[in-house]
C-alpha cells in the first residue's frame, strides 16, 4: 500500500542543469497532475494526465516536461532549470472523478 | 481560471468552536473538493461533492455546494489543536480530469 511515491525528496540543482522528478502510484488510478507549491501561492498545477498516452497542459506548463508511458509513472523534467523553478512538487493520482491521493513532495532548489 | 479563492486566508480559534471556510470558483465544475495540509506535507483529501449535490457531511466536516453562486462553504466543528491545517478548496473542470487549487485558508486552533 505504497500510494503515490515521489523521488528524490529534495534535490539542489544548478541553473541549467536538467533533472526529471519520479512519481509512481500502486492503486491503478487513471488520472495523475503535478504541482507545484510556492509559499503565499497555494498549489499551480503544472500538467496532468487522464491515463496513458494521454497529457495536457496545467496553469504553469512551460519549462516542464512529462510523458505517460505507463499507468503507474508520471515522470516530469525540468529541461533547463531556472531559480524561478525552485518550489516543492507534488504529484497526485485518483480514479475518474474521485479524491485525489497526494505524494509526499520533492522539495527543489535552484542556485 | 478557475482557481478556487477561499475567504478568509487566515482563521483562528479556540477549540470547541466550529470553524467556517468558504470558496468561491469561476466556471462550470463536475465536481469540488476540499483538501487539509500540516505544515511542509503532503495533502490530504477531505471531501468531495458533486455538482448535482447541495451538502455532504463525513465526521466533523460539512460541505455545501452552490452552484448558481459559484461558491461552496466547509465547516468543521467542535474544532480540536490537531485541526490546525491549511485547507484548500480545489474545483475541478467540467470533465472532472483537474483539480485547481486556491491559496488557501490557515486555520489555527488554540487550546
Known amino acids: 500500500n505504497a500510494g503515490v511515491t515521489q523521488t528524490p525528496k529534495f534535490q539542489v540543482l544548478k541553473t541549467g542543469q536538467s533533472m526529471t522528478l519520479q512519481c509512481a502510484q500502486d492503486?491503478?488510478?487513471?488520472?495523475m497532475s503535478w504541482y507545484r507549491q510556492d509559499p503565499g501561492m497555494g498549489l499551480r498545477l503544472i500538467h496532468y494526465?487522464?491515463?496513458?498516452?494521454?497529457?495536457d497542459q496545467g496553469e504553469v506548463p512551460n519549462g516542464y516536461n512529462v510523458s505517460r508511458s505507463t499507468t503507474e509513472d508520471f515522470p516530469l523534467r525540468l529541461l533547463s532549470a531556472a531559480p524561478s523553478q525552485t518550489s516543492v512538487y507534488f504529484c497526485?493520482?485518483?480514479?475518474?472523478?474521485?479524491?485525489?491521493?497526494f505524494g509526499s513532495g520533492t522539495r527543489l532548489t535552484v542556485v | 481560471s478557475q482557481q478556487g479563492e477561499e475567504d478568509p486566508q487566515a482563521l483562528s480559534i479556540q477549540e470547541g468552536e466550529n470553524a467556517t471556510m468558504n470558496c468561491s470558483y469561476k466556471t462550470s465544475i463536475n465536481n469540488l473538493q476540499w483538501y487539509r495540509q500540516n505544515s511542509g506535507r503532503g495533502l490530504v483529501h477531505l471531501i468531495l461533492i458533486r455538482s448535482n449535490e447541495r451538502e455532504k457531511h463525513s465526521g466533523r466536516l460539512r460541505v455545501t455546494l452552490d452552484t448558481s453562486k459559484k461558491s461552496s462553504s466547509l465547516l468543521i466543528t467542535a474544532s480540536r489543536a490537531a485541526d490546525t491545517a491549511s485547507y484548500f478548496c480545489?474545483?475541478?473542470?467540467?470533465?472532472?480530469?483537474?483539480?485547481?487549487f486556491g491559496k488557501g485558508t490557515t486555520l489555527s486552533v488554540s487550546s
Open positions: 480545489a474545483p475541478t473542470n467540467q470533465a472532472g480530469t483537474a483539480l485547481i
Open positions: 492503486m491503478n488510478h487513471e488520472y
Open positions: 497526485a493520482s485518483s480514479r475518474p472523478r474521485e479524491g485525489y491521493t
Open positions: 494526465s487522464v491515463g496513458a498516452g494521454i497529457t
